[in-house]
């Protein structure tokens, strides 16, 4: 079984263990990628009853986001790999980067399928979204509502959208468009600084 599928697993198990429901959570960000490459973590969006329920697991540690400096709750697995690990995010209205995001947003749009253990997750369409919602704002890249990025992590976003494009076939017109689109955002800032 892929290290991806494990983490999927282990996080089934965890909503099974806390009762919490397939529409009081989904993952976000690089899971959508998971056909086509590893993924080394998994991030989770949670309504807020949810994560009232999560809170009382013992084995779930708690800590700060690093871009939003918002709570999440979180497990490592090192047996899995080095940097493996599940990060919950209480984001029932407010989604990262931005609110369209958030998890009422991503239901209410039909940006969610399901993966063979029953998870939700973001749909291709919606990575794509997450992945170029991104603007430059006085010299400064950004992510959605104001998260200032670094010019590594756009690299790293064009990098997925690549991945994307060479895989699959349904949206490559939409990634070219978006691909471009970051492309010119890197070069504007690069003959800025």
Do not use: W
Request: one cysteine or more; glycine letters at 4%; aromatic letters at 10%.
């Amino acid at each position: 079984m892929r290290k991806t599928d494990i983490m999927a697993y282990i996080l089934k198990s965890i909503m099974d263990n806390a009762k919490i429901e397939k529409e009081d959570y989904a993952i976000i960000a690089g899971y959508g990628l998971r056909e086509f490459r590893e993924v080394t973590d998994i991030d989770v969006s949670v309504s807020k009853a949810a994560l009232k329920k999560l809170k009382k697991l013992n084995y779930l540690k708690v800590g700060k986001a690093k871009l939003s400096d918002n709570e999440r709750l979180f497990i490592e697995l090192p047996y899995i790999g080095h940097d493996a690990e599940i990060e919950i995010f209480e984001a029932e209205n407010k989604g990262f980067p931005s609110d369209k995001f958030s998890l009422r947003n991503l239901q209410k749009n039909k940006y969610l399928t399901e993966d063979s253990f029953g998870n939700p997750y973001i749909n291709l369409k919606c990575v794509i979204e997450l992945y170029s919602d991104v603007k430059i704002i006085n010299n400064k890249i950004y992510v959605g509502d104001n998260y200032e990025i670094s010019l590594d992590r756009l690299n790293k976003n064009i990098s997925h959208l690549n991945i994307l494009l060479s895989k699959q076939k349904k949206y490559n017109k939409l990634i070219k468009e978006k691909i471009n689109f970051l492309e010119e955002i890197k070069k504007k800032l690069i003959e800025i600084k």
